[in-house]
Antibody, heavy 121, light 107 residues
Framework: EVQLVESGGGLVQPGGSLRLSCAAS????????MHWVRQAPGKGLVWVSR????????NSADSVKGRFTIARDNAKNTLFLQMNSLRAGDTAVYYC??????????????WGRGTLVTVSS | YEMTQPPSVSVSPGQTARITCSGD??????AYWYQQKPGQAPVLVIY???ERPSGIPERFSGSSSGTTVTLTISGVQAEDEADYYC???????????FGGGTKLTVL
């Protein structure tokens, strides 16, 4: 069974940092592009960042560019999101999601349950 | 790049619900649809405009025409009440875009 389990969320002060992890199981992690998608409380889905299967290609939304870094460890079947210079507007549930498209067009066939990040003083 | 959905759609059980999504890149890029129930992660219900993943009921279908894609739910059931999001990419495949979401209410 495909499973994606996020962790690392919590309460952090503005300007602080947090590192999210997503543990993958039930599939060949190293064969898939992976993404982070977030959802502020009561709001819609917003794409954050993506990484290709071997970690050599990454891309992020303008709103997080220069502050967030996506990475992966295929040996440990784990996806990461390093979040620096956090702002109140980054408060959201962060989902990791699997992309079966092989880079030809992006979509998400499996999602984790999400981890809540709250940025507040 | 933006994609536009109606904020809400309401239908009675057994009727057909249609949720539209418009975006300039849709003639060039596939559209995808997700269902999200309160407190849960999204679930893919339509991919590549009109394909249905395994396990998704046949009453869910998708179509595309020009800059508009449509999710159709035939014979709506109470369990279909949820938020629905369309998703695509910009013309150059540099970013992923979601529509604002449509709340489907089953009366």
């Amino acid at each position: 069974e495909v499973q994606l389990v996020e962790s690392g969320g919590g309460l952090v002060q503005p300007g602080g940092s947090l590192r999210l992890s997503c543990a993958a199981s039930g599939f060949t992690f190293s064969s898939y592009w992976m993404h982070w998608v977030r959802q502020a409380p009561g709001k819609g889905l917003v794409w954050v960042s993506r990484i290709n299967s071997d970690g050599t290609i990454t891309n992020s939304a303008d709103s997080v560019k220069g502050r967030f870094t996506i990475a992966r460890d295929n040996a440990k079947n784990t996806l990461f999101l390093q979040m620096n210079s956090l702002r109140a507007g980054d408060t959201a549930v962060y989902y990791c999601a699997r992309d079966p498209s092989d880079g030809s067009g992006y979509y998400f066939d499996r999602w984790g349950r999400g981890t809540l990040v709250t940025v507040s003083s | 790049y933006e994609m536009t959905q109606p904020p809400s759609v309401s239908v009675s059980p057994g009727q057909t619900a249609r949720i539209t999504c418009s975006g300039d890149a849709l003639p060039k890029q596939y559209a995808y649809w997700y269902q999200q129930k309160p407190g849960q992660a999204p679930v893919l219900v339509i991919y590549k405009d009109s394909e249905r993943p395994s396990g998704i009921p046949e009453r869910f279908s998708g179509s595309s025409s020009g800059t508009t894609v449509t999710l159709t739910i035939s014979g709506v059931q109470a369990e279909d009440e949820a938020d629905y999001y369309c998703q695509s990419a910009d013309s150059n495949l540099t970013c992923v875009v979601f529509g604002g979401g449509t709340k489907l209410t089953v009366l």
